[in-house]
Antibody
Framework: EVQLVESGGGLVQPGGSLRLSCAAS????????MNWVRQGPGKGLVWVSR????????NYADSVKGRFTISRDNAKNTLYLQMNSLRAEDTAVYYC???????????WGQGSLVTVSS | QSVLTQPPSVSAAPGQKVTISCSGS????????VSWYQQLPGTAPKLLIY???KRPSGIPDRFSGSKSGTSATLGITGLQTGDEADYYC???????????FGGGTKLTVL
């Protein structure tokens, strides 16, 4: 059974940092693109970042470029999102999702809530 | 404001058919595959359609997808109360070098 389990969310002050993790199981993690997608309170889905299967290629939404870093450890079957210089507008549930837009994000985690507030 | 434009809401009676549009441009929909997602309240999104018109296993054929030019459409027939949810289209955008989702459409089954 494919499972994606996020962790690392919580309350952080503006300007602070947080690292999200997404533990994958039930599939060959090292063969899939992985993504982070977020959803602000009462808002729609927003794509945040993606990383290729080997970790050598990454892309970011303009809103997080230069502040967030996506990475993966294929030996640990884990995806990460390092979030720095956090702002109130980064408050959201963060989902990890497997795949590409063409093949569709077939599997999603349960989400991890990040709240940026003083 | 989303790069992909969806109607904020649609509604129809049980058993009827509804379509949800997703309008983009040549930098996204026209040249990249579109996927569609259903999100029930308080849950993670669920993939309904990929590669414009393909259904993953387990998705009933009441759900269909199509694309023409810079627009894509999700169709749902035989509406059920359980279909009440938010629906999102998504694709890649070459100008942004990033993924994009529509703003979402809330489906109400009256």
């Amino acid at each position: 059974e494919v499972q994606l389990v996020e962790s690392g969310g919580g309350l952080v002050q503006p300007g602070g940092s947080l690292r999200l993790s997404c533990a994958a199981s039930g599939f060959a993690f090292n063969t899939y693109w992985m993504n982070w997608v977020r959803q602000g309170p009462g808002k729609g889905l927003v794509w945040v970042s993606r990383i290729n299967s080997g970790g050598s290629s990454t892309n970011y939404a303009d809103s997080v470029k230069g502040r967030f870093t996506i990475s993966r450890d294929n030996a640990k079957n884990t995806l990460y999102l390092q979030m720095n210089s956090l702002r109130a507008e980064d408050t959201a549930v963060y989902y990890c999702a497997r795949g590409s837009f063409s093949e569709g994000f077939r599997y999603w985690g349960q989400g991890s809530l990040v709240t940026v507030s003083s | 404001q989303s790069v992909l434009t969806q109607p904020p809401s649609v509604s129809a009676a049980p058993g009827q058919k509804v379509t949800i549009s997703c309008s983009g441009s040549s930098s996204n929909i026209e040249n990249y595959s579109v996927s569609w997602y259903q999100q029930l309240p308080g849950t993670a999104p669920k993939l309904l359609i990929y590669e414009d018109n393909k259904r993953p296993s387990g998705i009933p054929d009441r759900f269909s997808g199509s694309k023409s030019g810079t627009s894509a459409t999700l169709g749902i027939t035989g509406l059920q109360t359980g279909d009440e949810a938010d629906y999102y289209c998504g694709t890649w955008d070459t100008s942004l070098s990033g993924g994009v989702f529509g703003g979402g459409t809330k489906l109400t089954v009256l």
